[in-house]
Every structure is written in C-alpha cells, then in structure tokens.
C-alpha cells in the first residue's frame, strides 16, 4: 500500500527542499567543472548518507546527478570544453551556436530537452520498469558487442569530411582505448614502457585537450596572425529562453520523441549509461534529419535528441537497479551500495514491500528534474554574462586553468595534465588539416568496451556466437542497413527517375 499523505508531506518538506536545493547547486558545480564527475560526486557523499534516514540519502544523489549531467553543457556552450562525456556528443553543435549569438539559446533547448526528457523518463521508470529490466536481461556480450559497433558506426557517418579520414579518426580513437594492460595475453599494450600507461589512458584528460586545450591553441593561433575572434554578445530574457527552448522541443517533436525513448533504454542496459545514450541519439538524428547541413554548424536538432537522450538515461539506469539489484551504471553502483546500507533490498518485492519508498523515489525524480528550469535559467543568465562580456586576453588563460585543473582533478597526477596538452596538440592539427576528432573521441569512450565484448563473446563460441543469437542478429542486421542505407537510397532514386 502506497502512503501518498507520507510522500507529499516529505517531498515539501523544509528537510527534503533543504537537502535536494543544496546538493541541486552542489551538482551544477561538479557538471560545470570539466573533470568532476557524477560518480565523483555521489561518492563524495556517501559519508553524508551516514547521517540521513534511507529517502533523504537517495533524495540527495539523485538530485546531484540530474542537475550535474546538465550542467555538463555549460562549458561545452560557453568554452567548448564538455563538462561530461555525455555533452561531447554535441558540445561542437552548441559552441557553433554560441559563434552565432545563440549560446544561451544552446542551453535553452539543453535544459528544456533535459527536463522533459527526464520526465518521460520518470514516467517510464514508474509504469514499466519490470517489462524494461526484462528486455534489458536478455542482453549478453554479444547484443552489446554490436549495439557498440552501432554506435561507433553511426559516429563515423555522422560527420562530415572524407570518409578515410572518418575511419582514420575512428581506429585512431579504438587504438588510444587499447593503451593500457592486455586482459587477454596478460601484458603491457602501447606503454611504451611507461608505468603511468598501464591502467590505460583516462578518456576525460582526452575529451578536455581535444576540445578546450585546442580551442586555446586556435585562439593564439589566430591572434598571433592577426586574425580576431569576436563572439557576438547577445543575452536573452528568461521569458525568451523558455519559449526558445519549448519552441524548438515542438518544431523537432520527433527527435525529442526519439531521444528519450533510446534515453530509456540505453539507460535500461546494465553498463551502458548517459554517454552511449548521447552519442546514439545524436548520431541517430543526423542520419534521419531533413536537413543534414545544419549539423556540425550548430544544429538544435542534434542538440535536443542529444540532451533529451541525457537525462530520460538517468531514469533508465534506475530500472535495473530497482528491479534486480543490478547498477544501470556507475552512479546507481553507488547508490546499491547506499541501499543495502540503510536496509534496503532491491529486487521485483521492493515495488511491494517497499512501495512507499520506491514512489517517493519517482516524486524524487520528478521534482530533481523541474529544479533545472530554476536554476539553470539562472546560470545560463549569469555565467552567459560572464562568458560573453570576458575578453579573449582573460577568457584564453581562463579556458587554459580549467583544462588544467579539470585534468589533474581525475587522479591527482600532472601525467594527465600532459595527456591533456598532448591531446590539445593532436586536436588542433586535426582540425586544421580537416580530421574530425568526434569519431575518435567516441572511439576512445568505447574502445575498450568493444574489446572487452569481443573478446567475452568470441570466448564463449567463437565467431558463431556473435550470430547465433536472434537479438544478436538483429543488430548485425540494423548495423549492416546503416552502412548501406545511403547507398540504397541513391540507387532507389536513380530508378525512380
């Protein structure tokens, strides 16, 4: 039996507003900061937990993580630097707005995409959470060794320039993944000798120095030609954003639609996360688009399938975890952990004997995700002014102590720091001699993963397990109808003519 008076009564209460507004900015902050991480930040509260009785715990990690991977596209907008993996997937999309005069505008579809897409994403969670975490079971390393060759495939067709230096910048992605110790053989890979290489390379020094480090080499670049970057300096009213950011929501309903629905289920995946779910959702989104151009030029499409993908992801990976006890990804890890700590067994009986507790977790949600309007409207507002108004000669060395601090904040070593700079070098060549760095960053973030199912699933069976699956094969198929979708689409119309 559900207590509904019991929920409502905790939810507005001055405890429960107190906790969630306090870890909502505490969020904002980690998602802000290139570097920190969500799983970071609900590690660092585990020992508030201590403290807490089991809802306000949950209350207080859920609330962090909704707010902290929006957050995550504010530098991406301002910067070009993304505050998480996840805003990489379009953190070029929204810096190319912001080029235009739209940066806040950027944010705007950001945060409406993300709340909405959150929302649909709670309701998912409530209503069909057992028939989800079924479906997502039925996964083995086979289905998710192709939905990764999917995602990777889907990356290189995304953007634009020759399709060698696509695929170039793709195994060059894969092959920085398999830096490291090899699981397999049981020996160093591509270290060079170097112990600081054996745990692999860190992906979050890779996205900062890709993205930030090398927008700063450009700048200096370009200034010490002469050349002047002047970013128009056009604020918007609350009023304007909202409507902004709801207009667009309407204009690409069906990429919105899209989005939290692969969101969802990318979520659902035990392992998968907000990562896979953005890049998946962007990628998709460009390949069904009407009006391909505008990608890469600052498309708000590709950003509202993205960010929209984003938050419904979080909601996902609760779906799992609440069902059969298994983390959906690496924040909800934490929060097991925090569960079995104060008691609490998940598993298909805590939906009855623990009703109250797993609704008041909905509301929870809900609540996490309509705090965005407030407080990112009024961080959009205020750092927009910060960003826009700064000049080059203050915002250049700003740009360059965020990626240094972002890069030593992962372990503490300065060996990432260089990682960064190394990176910055490699991006800013990229660029200038027309190789995209998407497709190696989104090979970098699932480089090891599609090793790692590889190798579970040729263990198991050889190359016939990677068929002998009837999901398996179903992906196979979608990923081999990706590849030649274009193709097929010529030829059709050189008939029809």
Do not use: H
């Not at 970013?231 to 309903?253: C, H, W």
């Not at 035990?270 to 890049?279: N, S």
């Amino acid at each position: 039996m559900v207590d509904w008076g019991f929920i409502f009564s905790y939810v507005i209460s001055a405890k429960a507003l107190i906790i969630m507004f306090i870890t909502a900015l505490y969020g904002l902050f980690i998602g802000a900061m290139p570097g920190l991480t969500a799983t970071m930040a609900a590690a660092l509260l585990v020992p508030f937990a201590f403290w807490l009785d089991p809802l306000s715990a949950l209350a207080m990690i859920i609330t962090m993580d909704v707010l902290a991977i929006w957050a995550g596209d504010i530098p991406a907008a301002f910067v070009r630097i993304p505050g998480t993996p996840a805003s990489a997937a379009y953190a070029d999309e929204m810096y190319e707005m912001t080029k235009r005069g739209k940066g806040q505008i950027a944010l705007a579809i950001s945060l409406m995409g993300s709340t909405l897409g959150g929302l649909i994403g709670v309701l998912v969670l409530a209503f069909f959470s057992p028939e989800l975490a079924k479906f997502a079971l039925n996964f083995s390393s086979a289905e998710f060794f192709w939905l990764v060759v999917f995602g990777l495939i889907n990356g290189v067709l995304a953007v634009r320039g020759s399709p060698a230096k696509r695929l170039f910048s793709l195994l060059l992605g894969i092959l920085i993944a398999l830096v490291g110790f090899d699981p397999v053989f049981f020996s160093s890979r591509l270290t060079f000798g170097r112990p600081e290489l054996l745990g692999g390379l860190n992906y979050i020094p890779i996205l900062i120095g890709v993205f930030g480090m090398s927008e700063v080499l450009k700048r200096t670049y370009y200034k010490v030609r002469g050349i002047t970057i002047e970013l128009p300096k056009t604020e918007y009213r609350f009023s304007e954003l909202v409507l902004n950011g709801l207009r667009y929501i309407k204009r690409f309903y069906n990429r919105f639609i899209s989005g939290s629905t692969i969101g969802v289920i990318i979520g659902a995946l035990p392992g998968a996360g907000a990562d896979i779910a953005a890049w998946l959702s962007y990628n998709l989104s460009y390949r069904f688009s009407r009006n391909k151009d505008s990608y890469g030029k600052g498309s708000e499409e590709g950003i509202l399938a993205a960010t929209s993908a984003n938050n419904a992801s979080l909601a996902g990976a609760w779906i799992p975890s609440l069902v059969f006890g298994i983390p959906g990804d690496s924040v909800t890890a934490i929060v097991l952990g925090v569960m079995m700590m104060k008691g609490i067994i998940p598993g298909p009986r805590i939906f009855i004997e623990q009703a109250t507790l797993v609704y008041s977790l909905f509301i929870i949600f809900t609540v996490a995700n309509l705090l965005i309007i407030p407080l990112g409207l009024l961080t959009i507002k205020f750092l927009g002014r910060v960003f826009l108004r700064t000049p080059d000669y203050v915002l250049v060395p700003m740009i360059l102590v965020f990626c240094v601090i972002g890069s030593y904040a992962i372990d503490y070593s300065f060996f990432s720091v260089l990682v960064m700079l190394v990176f910055g070098v490699m991006g800013f060549f990229m660029d200038r001699y027309g190789y995209p760095y998407a497709p190696m960053v989104l090979g970098v973030i699932l480089g090891k993963m599609l090793e790692t199912y590889f190798v579970m699933t040729y263990v198991k069976g050889g190359v016939a397990a990677f068929f002998n699956r009837p999901l398996s094969l179903a992906l196979f198929a979608l990923t081999l109808f990706v590849i030649f979708a274009p193709w097929i689409g010529r030829k059709v119309k050189l008939i029809k003519r």
